[in-house]
DNA sequence: GTCTATAGAGAGATAGAC
DNA sequence: GTCTATCTCTCTATAGAC
């Protein structure tokens, strides 16, 4: 409608149309099983045209990607900085859960999360993402939390680290089921809860 | 050597064969990566051989995947029933986590445990015994191990499941992050103690 | 039970007309 | 930028000789 964005209207349009179509085919298939063919089928076009707007189908996989892991644990940590906010205790911890559970529950983000798990096994550069953001960054942000809570005696000493990855790992794991069962169709409310709960049982196995 | 087995010989040997190469392969590029071609070559013989011994492709992934799931846990649940000894208190999780970690350190398991993590998101089936291995049998033993402690007043009363999913989520995420370590050959011995401080963490949240 | 040969489908990708 | 047509490769699976 302005006057600003003009010249490469459909272009862009068609470019978004195959990402698009590409994130949800491989969220259900794979890379592999999402195939040039479909993807064009799936945006109304022929497999050629693909190939006006990507080198090939790797580049598409890769764009994606780049996509996949700007991640809004940046945001959470961003917003809710551990060296500052981690005095709050308990509830800064339900606030993190709160994240993870937003996101388990996001369909967009359910999807990214669905092909990070098809393609860990088989890409390096997921395995290598996931590793950097799931096992690095945020147990390294927690960590920090964690040690700003012992320093204000909120929570028992111990090892920052450890404390984070075991506050951490029930949360990918509550994250995964949900996923597995929203992919045999099976209700999940019965795990809306299971993140709070989680917070509280932990705060209740370190908070002095 | 010994006058029993004697006719199906060579059969049973390159169906075992087979299965054998199956299993690598599909440990490595999933199912659908592991063709019969590379399986054939893999053995030794050509792709039309393969037909003599299974039916098509399907056959053998389900004749791997009955012996994916025959799993371990029953033989430690057997070993070591909760309701007996689970008045071992964190004894009885130490040996459970160590059950886990040699499981992790396992060559054959570590192979049986890739290729669930590559099928899980693709195999209704896999997803099905995953589910119900991992997330139901496993909990529901452990559950009971912590009632059995509840009972014996050895650590504080609360959710039995829920206690025996925050138990048991940080085991299954340090394997997953032990294999995916050992995908890009990086060193894992610093991951080799972390099941024994994962319980000595545990208890000290939950000890009375 | 293994081989050669081949069918038939689907994959990724390119050439060239419009 | 999209189309038709086509190439080349790989896949699963079968037929039939030995």
Redesign the interface.
């Known amino acids: 409608m302005s006057q600003v964005q003009e010249e490469p209207k459909v272009a862009k349009d068609t470019k978004e149309k195959i990402l698009r179509a590409a994130m949800d085919l491989m969220a259900l298939?794979?890379y592999?099983?999402a195939s040039v063919r479909k993807i064009a089928k799936a945006v109304g076009i022929r497999e050629s045209a693909i190939y006006n707007h990507f080198k090939n189908k790797e580049e598409i996989f890769k764009t994606i990607l780049a996509s996949l892991f700007t991640t809004p644990f940046d945001d959470f940590f961003e917003n809710h900085p551990p060296e500052k906010d981690a005095i709050e205790g308990k509830n800064y911890l339900m606030k993190f859960a709160a994240t993870i559970k937003e996101l388990s529950f996001d369909a967009r983000n359910e999807k990214l999360f669905?092909i990070i798990?098809?393609e860990?096994?088989?890409s390096?550069e997921v395995?290598?993402q996931?590793?950097k953001y799931f096992?690095d960054e945020n147990i390294k942000k927690l960590s920090t939390a964690f040690f700003v809570m012992m320093q204000h005696a909120l929570i028992?000493s111990?090892?920052p680290i450890?404390?984070a990855?075991?506050f951490?790992?029930?949360l990918?794991?509550?994250r995964l089921?949900i996923t597995?069962?929203r992919?045999?169709e099976r209700p999940t409310h019965s795990l809306s809860s299971?993140f709070e709960?989680?917070v509280d049982?932990?705060w209740?196995?370190?908070a002095l």
């Open positions: 298939y794979g592999k099983g669905r798990m098809l860990i096994m088989q390096d395995r290598k996931f590793l096992f028992r111990g090892d450890l404390m990855q075991e951490f790992a029930p990918f794991y509550y089921e597995l069962f992919m045999d299971i709960k989680h049982f932990f209740e196995g370190i």
